[in-house]
């Protein structure tokens, strides 16, 4: 709740500031600006409650840790732009599940993208426009206050620059259609698909555009007409998705950066001490993973040790030895009705199993599963 506070009051006070203290607020806009202090609050006290799980907080706090090691700092640094590059602004990572839904999320982000750019300034008096004196052939851009730059009216600047909104609704309905197409046709994709989930945000990117482009077409070929209905009706679909944005999938929008420190934290794995399997002896993950991760546990209530064993804990056998000693278990009690006698279960007594699909080119096998392969 402080978090949530804070952040909406630090947001009010720089909307106050922007605007030369609410002089450059168009208050016609004060429903907009009010939806998103509230979205405001929503997002960050959900983020903050989402850092507080212990997974998420331990991943948070060793990203950063990794991240801001004395002597890795400029590696680091230029890592981030290029991740930053190819990981959020690029999505490379869903270009790899296809070009179709890579370019859907590209239309989709980056029409969202300009239009935030464009519309929130606007919105908090941070931006405006006006024509300048003496020469009404000329508009000026005011940004905080302070004079911009200039340009004609009649020019492409002028063009391309008032119709921004324009050019990012094309985009979002472009990718709109591309995703719902994808989840009409997609047996995997409409097997899993909810309606809150999937389309509710399909919808509400949609109306938000479709009626902005009405807007546009109102005032450039209708000659205003029913332009005060088409304004009310986009307001309503802009506020309602701000509304909704704390609470539905489009919170992984501000989740995703968070990936970055994850990257981060397995680069400090590969380069330190590596967590040896207490069955087998083969390496199979970064020491510090394994130990987070019975922290984790332990701060979750699981109980996973193992006492009287030299394993001491379940998270210090590699998964194939985890799959074998299930099997093997398993056995023992068939063996045991059966009157057979069991298999020896000390640890080290067996070498670690060899999976059935024995090669990298054998099966669905991405760069995770490639760097923890062990064949």
Known sequence: MLWGVGTTATLAGLIVAGSRNLAHFDAAL????????????????RYSMWLQRPPTG???????QAFLRPRRRFANLRSWLGRMGSDVLANRFIFRRGPSRWLTHMLIMWGCLIAVAITFPLVFGW??????????????????????FRFPHESATAFFLFHGLVWASFAVIGGVMLAIRRRMRDDGAAALQR???????????????????????????MAGHAYSFIAILHAITVI????????????????????????????????????????????FSS????EDL??????????????????????????????????????????????????????????????????????????????????
């Open 30 to 45: 004060v429903a907009y600006t009010f939806s998103v202090l509230f979205a405001t609050f929503g997002l960050t006290y």
């Open 58 to 64: 331990l991943y948070w706090s060793r990203g950063w």
């Open 127 to 148: 931006l405006y426009f006006r024509p300048v004196v003496g020469d009404l052939s000329l508009y000026e851009a005011v940004i905080f206050g302070f004079p911009a």
């Open 195 to 221: 309606f809150g989930e999937d389309f509710m945000p399909l919808i509400l990117l949609f109306a938000v555009s479709v009626t902005g482009l009405m807007l546009t077409v109102s005032y450039t070929w």
């Open 240 to 283: 309602g998705t701000f509304l909704w944005l704390p609470f539905g999938k489009f919170f992984h929008i501000f989740q995703r950066p968070a990936q970055l420190g994850v990257a981060f934290y397995k680069d400090v794995g590969r380069l330190e001490e590596a967590a040896h399997c207490r069955r087998c002896g083969h390496a």
């Open 287 to 290: 020491r510090m993973h394994v």
């Open 294 to 375: 019975i922290l984790v546990q332990r701060q979750l209530g699981f109980s996973y040790e193992i006492p009287g064993n030299t394993a001491e804990h379940y998270q210090w056998i590699c998964p194939p030895c985890r799959r074998a000693s299930f099997a093997m278990a398993q056995s023992v009690l068939w063996r045991g009705r059966r009157g057979g006698a069991a298999l020896p279960t000390q640890a080290g007594l067996l070498p670690m199993p060899t999976p059935v699909n024995n090669g990298l080119g054998e099966g669905p096998l991405g760069e995770e599963d490639a760097e923890n392969f062990h064949p």
